[in-house]
């Protein structure tokens, strides 16, 4: 009877709430998330499309200058570093796909902790520039709290 109660009750059970970002002038990203080496690697690569309120959150477990590259990855990008408290520290607009070597790599100004992927032309339509601050909702980890350095 206790097996059918717990089984009865998971199903019932709400899924967990979808990683959001939310961007300065109201929009809602939905986010996949990349925080293992693996997901870091593969990020958006050998994907020919990505939903119009889609998006990709690379989080690192320490500040530093994470240059990325368009390797294989076949639509064309905004990168937008942040720093640990949510607050963007550099963009890069419609970065090029690269689908040979030499594939060019792209660097921040500043130091930060986390990068988003987005889709070309989303950060200047929606107010994702140096200083402004994102929102997020459901990302464990992120934005970082308490951390001291």
């Known amino acids: ?13 709400a899924p967990p709430p979808l990683p959001i970002c939310v961007a ?17 690697f593969l990020g958006l690569m050998f994907r020919d499309q990505l ?3 889609g998006g990709m959150l690379f989080i690192f477990g320490q500040d530093d200058r994470y240059p990325f590259w368009m390797k294989n990855t076949f639509i064309a990008l905004d990168l937008v570093w942040l720093d640990k408290a949510g607050k963007v520290v550099d963009v890069r ?7 040979s070597d030499p594939c060019p790599s ?13 889709n070309a032309g989303f950060a200047k339509a929606h107010g994702l520039a140096p200083g402004a601050q994102l929102r997020f909702e ?6 970082v709290k308490g951390e001291t350095k």
């Open 1 to 13: 009877m206790l097996a059918v109660l717990l089984t009865l009750a998971t199903l019932n059970a």
């Open 24 to 40: 300065p002038d109201g929009t809602r990203i939905r986010l996949e998330l990349a925080v293992t080496d693996q997901e870091r």
């Open 51 to 53: 939903a119009a309120d």
């Open 93 to 99: 607009a419609d970065v090029q796909p690269c689908r």
């Open 106 to 118: 792209y660097a921040p100004a500043k130091t930060g902790r986390a990068v988003l992927e987005i």
């Open 138 to 143: 459901s990302v464990s980890g992120f934005p």
